[in-house]
């Protein structure tokens, strides 16, 4: 069994991006959503409308993980076109190239590390942290953690987390993120005037809401799921905190697609450069990777991640408020 360094040497092999390959995935799924947000304004039914909605912020959550992939140059790497269409693409999904490079690869370098975990993700306290905290501080904690904090990601972790935040701390390494959030009131005052409040709600609201909720817990999920580990400094290691804190969340192949294979979380943090869609391969041809820490969009999977709160250390696990 390969362990540490030799596991990641055994990943590079795939970590290979075939150009052709990823302009088809980029440009499918752009047009896919570009007739989408077209049916939202142009449809003659309101059903269609409703149906070209839904698919639209699946289609924005699935162009935003292909971003994800390209930001880390497991993709289009050498491509200025890319690069230039990927940043505005950024600022159209919330999530500036800026702010998201600077917090993404943070917490790709110190994932599940107790002191600096919460950077890029979820803050985690400990047990003893809890509830030695005040109560401002336990109330701030368990907002950021709220399933309604998660749900309502649109507003909490784009719009305020990703642009105003990032802005506001450090306005000069993230103009971008002012303008995006600029643009996102531009082209909602635009939809507005020019096709009716319900353009608003179907084409941007709707849309947005749905795919940063996904988006939001998708992040949760990855590093917050029952089998979990956490380390302080001196037992952390990067392989073993891609494959013991970073779940493989099961799904079909609708979900797959709508997601590009960000369910084989544990794959993409033993080595980001590799692109999204040759995960299920590194999956199927390296055993020790194919029996990680899982769990699912199963509703009762999802409810029993929501329920996990502080890290035990005691118990080296994470537990939910009743359990104290």
Not at 295 to 316: F, H, N, Y
Request: charged letters at 15%; hydrophobic letters at 45%; glycine letters at 4%.
């Amino acid at each position: 069994m390969r362990t540490g360094k030799e596991l990641i040497l055994a990943t590079k092999p795939f970590a290979v991006d075939s150009t052709a390959r990823s302009w088809w995935h980029v440009l499918s799924t752009a047009l896919l959503l570009a007739a989408s947000v077209a049916g939202t304004l142009w449809n003659f039914h309101l059903a269609g409308k409703i149906v070209c909605s839904l698919f639209t912020g699946l289609l924005i959550l699935r162009l935003f993980v292909i971003y994800h992939d390209q930001q880390h140059h497991a993709i289009l790497s050498q491509s200025r076109l890319a690069e230039g269409l990927m940043r505005i693409f950024g600022i159209l999904a919330l999530s500036p190239s800026s702010i998201w490079r600077s917090s993404h690869n943070y917490h790709h370098k110190h994932n599940s590390k107790l002191r600096s975990a919460h950077i890029g993700s979820f803050p985690i306290m400990t047990r003893a942290e809890y509830l030695k905290s005040s109560k401002t501080i336990r109330f701030k904690y368990l907002f950021m953690r709220h399933p309604l904090t998660i749900l309502f990601g649109y507003l909490f972790a784009f719009l305020y987390g990703m642009c105003l935040y990032p802005f506001f701390n450090n306005p000069r390494e993230h103009f971008d993120c002012l303008i995006a959030f600029l643009v996102h009131i531009l082209i909602a005052m635009t939809l507005t005037y020019f096709f009716g409040w319900s353009a608003l709600l179907l084409t941007q609201v709707i849309p947005h809401f749905i795919a940063c909720a996904i988006g939001t817990y998708l992040f949760y999920a990855q590093h917050n799921f029952p089998g979990v580990s956490f380390y302080d400094r001196a037992g952390w290691a990067y392989e073993k905190a891609a494959l013991e804190s970073s779940s493989y969340l099961k799904t079909g192949p609708f979900w797959a697609w709508i997601t590009a294979n960000i369910g084989y979380h544990h794959i993409h943090h033993l080595n980001a450069r590799s692109p999204f869609y040759r995960l299920p391969e590194v999956f199927t041809r390296i055993p020790e990777l194919k029996t990680p820490k899982t769990t699912s969009l199963r509703p009762v999977e999802i409810i029993r991640c929501l329920r996990l709160k502080v890290w035990d250390v005691e118990a080296q696990q994470m537990v939910g408020l009743r359990n104290f």
